[in-house]
């Protein structure tokens, strides 16, 4: 079983559609929690971090649920801009290596 | 500011030959990691320096992978021989040290792509 499970997609959704992604771990020692957006060929860029009680950044809210060993990220009003694959991604501690979920890709249509 | 920045971007080498990947990490930053991603895998650690020391390679795949970093500036990672399933992005990323530095965001470099044939 892999320590980061995503459901790859793709996800394919009309512009201003909103669209959620969901990713499980397996290790509960995990400390932190991030979302990464990937374009093709290009690097992965952190997105946001995920915390417990919930955080937003303009249009994406990321949301972690420890006991259930959950994490989410929803895009509202989404923009062409907005396909890439984005990976869940998960941290022991500051500075210790990331797991990487396999990421799941969205592509906005206009 | 520079990023983190990896030599070649390319490299297409035949199954035996050895390849050098190098890193060029963000100034400033003691930590530097290599993943790899194969076709059609997730992304996946290989090993972390602090500094010029190995903190954790505990996701090297064999013996035929040797990496180093000398004076803890910039890393390399030799493949030898190399083997077909070495084929992949290789990337390198790095961050500041948790007990120095307020923002410990890990920066990606654009990867290598090995293709070994």
């Known amino acids: 079983r892999k320590e980061v499970e995503q459901d790859p997609g793709p996800f394919n959704v009309p512009e201003g559609a909103t669209v959620a992604f969901n990713c499980t771990y397996s290790n509960s020692a995990s400390q932190s929690f991030f979302w990464y957006r990937q374009d093709c060929r290009k690097e992965p860029k952190l997105l946001m971090s995920?915390?417990?009680s919930g955080n937003e950044d303009g249009r994406f809210t990321a949301q972690l649920n420890r006991a259930s060993q959950y994490i989410s990220l929803l895009i509202r009003d989404s923009k062409l801009s907005d396909s890439a694959t984005y990976l869940c991604?998960?941290?022991?501690?500051?500075?210790?290596?990331?797991?990487f979920g396999g990421g799941t890709r969205l592509m906005v249509k206009p | 500011e520079a990023g983190v920045t990896q030599f070649p971007s390319h490299s297409v080498i035949e199954k035996g030959q050895t390849v050098t990947l190098r890193c060029d990490p963000i100034s400033g930053h003691d930590n530097l990691y290599w993943y790899r991603r194969v076709m059609g895998k997730e992304i996946k650690f290989l090993l972390h320096?602090?500094?010029?020391?190995?903190?954790?390679e505990s996701g090297m795949p064999n013996n035929r992978f040797l990496a180093e970093r000398t004076g803890g500036t910039y890393s390399t990672l030799k493949v030898q021989p190399a083997e077909l399933e070495d084929s992949g992005v290789y990337f390198c990323?790095?961050?500041?040290?948790?007990?120095?530095?307020?923002?410990?965001?890990?920066?990606f470099g654009q990867g290598t792509r090995l293709t070994v044939v």
């Open positions: 991604v998960a941290q022991g501690w500051a500075g210790n290596m990331l797991t």
């Open positions: 320096f602090v500094k010029e020391s190995k903190q954790d």
């Open positions: 995920v915390y417990s």
């Open positions: 990323a790095s961050s500041q040290d948790p007990r120095t530095g307020i923002n410990t965001e890990a920066f």
